[in-house]
């Protein structure tokens, strides 16, 4: 993630908490631009795996045929009319749950793995009900897991080559950044701290938009084949403008982007976070938004404008500024004890913004103290 360049080794709690959350803070570390924006939290809308495949779906994205399940009866079903308009019964059956790490994860059912290969309509019946209803863990969930209230099953493809394709807004470039691999369909995060020159960028000028020399560049060095290299040209563009521009994204990451053996280029994974500040234009997208799998402090925090992350700790933390915040809970860590929250108030809080502060984290029943760091 991109959030992981921006601290760096040795701050124990500060990469823990940018391992599980890294996305909401990425704009949570961004300053403001003016007064007027420091009263202005940002945070990231995170939505399930089916409903961003929708949407490339509905800008004509080539995505692998899917269908979702909060049954297995609907898996079953689902699994059915894809194998009948495919003429193949295998298909995949994937966790909906908004963690990373899914096909590494374990049930509390005892299933290994959130995404599963399955070869019959009966079989993906018979997965979904070890999956529907039980707590999936993984490296990002925490010892709390998530519970898997529906499953997004999809059509197997056969893929040739696999990419990894993202696209970002970045503070050190000043705006968006197209994010490629030759490297897909593995922990990307991996791959940037093994081989750093395996990651290739490309600023975007938001202003002028998108080239097709651009993606060209990117298409090229991400490594797909001469036969493939228009239609990638043709889906990088079509994700930047009718995806990521029009739905205000923050982040799109496909991965894999895959190319199979006729030529063909389709996004077989698909996870999008949107720019909490846009909700007034992007309704639709927002009604999407699963508060069942968020803690509901933060959702809680959200509704007073405050950026709040659990920990597992016992301290509470209460400060202004995310980097001030990453730096005491550093400092906490530092002489033994342990944070039991990420809460950055802002630049301009007020006085009820701060009341509600106090009660969220004394709301934790682990918190036996609480530390108080405001700048300015």
Known sequence: KMASHIFRTGRVAADRLLAAHGSKLTGAWAPALSPACSKQQRRHLS???????????????????????????????????IGDVTGVPDVVVKAQVLAGGRGKGTFDSGLKGGVKLVFSADEAGDMAEKMLGHKLFTKQTGKDGRICEKVMVAERLYSRREFYFAITMERSFGGPVLVGSSQGGVNIEEVAEENPNAIIKEPIDINAGITREQALYVAKEMGFSEGSLEKAVDMIVNLYNNVFLKYDATMLEINPMSEDNTGKVYCMDAKINFDDNAEFRQKDIFKGRDTAEEDPREVEAAKHNLNYIGMDGNIACLVNGAGLAMATMDIIKLHGGDPANFLDVGGGATENQVKEAFRIVSSDQRVKAILVNIFG
């Open 47 to 81: 939505i399930h795996e089916y409903l961003s495949m929708g949407l490339l779906r509905d800008a004509n994205v080539p995505t692998p045929r899917f269908g979702v399940a909060s049954t297995k009866e609907e898996a079953l079903k689902q699994a059915k009319e």
